[in-house]
């Protein structure tokens, strides 16, 4: 069955990939952590269980951290990744980019040393943003450390993958095997209504019992745009008494029918709205329907690279 989980991306730091006019919000750490345990409090209430985050969120981890210490809920489920630091240091307007990709083994030993303050709550542990010019799949030493940190822990070891070479990236991941076994279970990956590229690799994964992690559903927020598809979702929208952003998640959860997928929701009114998506199912015809907006994978990937951090 799929569910929703909630990721930290746009809660544990001042600025983010963003589409919508700007909001004047009060963008002081104190208030992030407000809200983030707002929102994390909201998931847990509406029965979410699953939260993502990553050193790179800012404050990501450590909100979660703490919010867990606090809480003390015994069915939650998280998942965190290394390779990528955050330098924008809460630093608004920083220039140039926010988060810095390193896939050395120096970075995972540094990164774990504080993720695993998220144990035990902490189940899958993914390489950030794994890409062939990183060259983390043919990094011994580094596949070799998570191998062991799996044993020793047992999490699941994944990786999220972003941009146009996701499936190749996926099947490349999914063959690697260590000691006659795979080693990565889980995979975390973009799959909404305008990039559709990973579609056959992503059910022939869960097919063979993988973990599948879907990111970015509603395309970082794209969905909300004036395009070619609005005028279906607003129809939807209207049939279901949802929003645009329920049936875009719906979309991602009866398309592809993975295990999570994510809510990027900036605001506890946000993840509500996110959250109408478990409510209702799309037909099979409302299903084939919207898997015509998708777009050429290259075009989609072009598009995201300028959207502005604010
Ligand atoms: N591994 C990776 O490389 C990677 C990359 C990206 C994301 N992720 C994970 O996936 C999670 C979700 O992805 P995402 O946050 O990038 O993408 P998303 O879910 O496609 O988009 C989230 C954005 O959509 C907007 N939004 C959501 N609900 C809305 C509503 N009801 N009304 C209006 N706007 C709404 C918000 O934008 P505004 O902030 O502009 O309001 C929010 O920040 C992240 O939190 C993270 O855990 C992983």
């Avoid at 973009?190 to 097919?207: I, R, S």
């Avoid at 559903?217 to 909300?224: E, P, Q």
């Avoid at 929003?243 to 029918?257: E, K, N, P, T, V």
Wanted: contains cysteine; charged residues 20%.
């Amino acid at each position: 069955m799929c569910t929703i989980g909630l990721g930290l991306a746009a809660l544990g730091r001042p600025e983010y990939l963003n589409i919508r006019s700007a909001v004047s919000i009060d963008k002081s750490e104190a208030a992030f952590k407000e809200n983030a345990f707002l929102v994390l409090d909201k998931a847990y209430a509406c029965g979410v269980r699953f939260f993502d985050t990553a050193p790179s969120y800012g404050k990501g981890e450590s909100f979660l951290q703490e919010w867990n210490a606090s809480r003390k809920h015994a069915d939650v489920v998280f998942s965190s990744k290394w390779g990528y630091t955050y330098v924008a240091n809460w630093k608004l307007g920083f220039l140039g980019p926010h988060e810095v990709k390193e896939h050395s083994l120096q970075k995972l030993k540094e990164q774990w040393q504080v993720t695993q303050d998220l144990l035990p709550k902490l189940k899958v542990y993914q390489i950030h943003s794994a890409t062939f010019e990183s060259a983390v799949l043919q990094n011994t030493a580094v596949l070799q450390h998570l191998f062991q940190l799996k044993k020793e822990f047992g999490l699941q070891i994944g990786l999220t993958v972003s941009g146009p070479r996701q499936k190749e990236l996926l099947l490349e991941a999914s063959e690697l095997c260590l000691e006659n076994a795979p080693l990565f279970d889980s995979f975390q990956v973009t799959y909404n209504l305008f990039e559709q590229a990973a579609f056959e690799v992503l059910k022939q994964l869960k097919g063979a019992g993988r973990f599948l992690i879907v990111k970015e559903g509603l395309a970082n927020g794209r969905v909300f745009l004036p395009t070619k598809t609005r005028k279906t979702l607003e129809g939807l929208a209207l049939k279901y008494q949802v929003g645009i952003d329920a049936i875009a998640l719906r979309f991602c959860m009866d398309a592809l029918g993975p295990n999570v997928v994510l809510s990027g929701a900036a605001s506890a009114a946000q993840l509500t709205q996110n959250l109408c998506a478990l409510n209702f199912q799309l037909t099979p015809s409302e299903i084939e329907q919207l898997k015509g907006a998708k777009m050429p994978t290259e075009t989609y990937w072009h598009e995201r690279s300028r959207l502005p951090w604010g």
